[in-house]
């Protein structure tokens, strides 16, 4: 179980480091702004259906909501990240290769730019897309798992870090 949250905090902390153009200092996670944890959420859950929009292959999504992380060094009760972890599975197979072809052509379109793209280190040499949103202050890192039985994207979008509004506290779930 560290292992994931190992794994997922470093995913967290590389995405939406890259380019978001927000207020930082070298390395930290950009600025989102105010809200509150919901309506973050939701943003993010947006962000989530218009990539799903941009798959333009027939398939379908996993269940499961986006969740609350901590903003590292910074207090967790005023500031927070939201994350989705999704997986979109095509109906035929064949189309994952389409599915992630869609999504490289159609983020720079819709106000990504694009930070790394190519095979990971695995085994697997699975193909990676991670890409931020400086409008949406979110980023996201897709990878193409052919070899999966079966095969699927593996999502995983993230946002800035939040503050929430005064007198409020981070809802966490």
Request: aromatic share 6%; glycine share 8%.
């Amino acid at each position: 179980m560290s292992a994931v949250a190992l794994l997922l905090s470093t995913a967290l902390t590389t995405l939406t480091g890259c380019s978001m153009s927000s207020s930082t200092e070298s390395g930290d996670v950009p600025s989102a702004g105010t809200s509150t944890s919901r309506d973050a959420a939701e943003r993010i859950q947006q962000v989530s259906s218009q990539l799903y929009d941009l798959i333009k292959v027939k398939g379908k999504a996993s269940d499961g909501g986006p969740g609350v992380q901590e903003c590292a060094g910074k207090d967790r009760d005023t500031y927070f990240r939201i994350f989705h972890k999704w997986s979109f599975y095509p109906t035929l197979p064949a189309d994952l290769d389409a599915a992630m072809e869609h999504l490289k052509e159609g983020l720079p379109q819709h106000g990504w730019k694009i930070v790394q793209y190519g095979p990971d280190t695995s085994q697997n040499k699975n193909l990676i897309l991670i890409a931020d949103n400086d409008e949406q202050k979110a980023g996201v890192h897709i990878t193409q798992m052919k070899k999966r039985n079966p095969p699927k994207l593996s999502l995983m979008v993230v946002s800035g870090c939040y503050q929430v509004p005064d007198g409020q506290e981070v809802e966490h779930f």
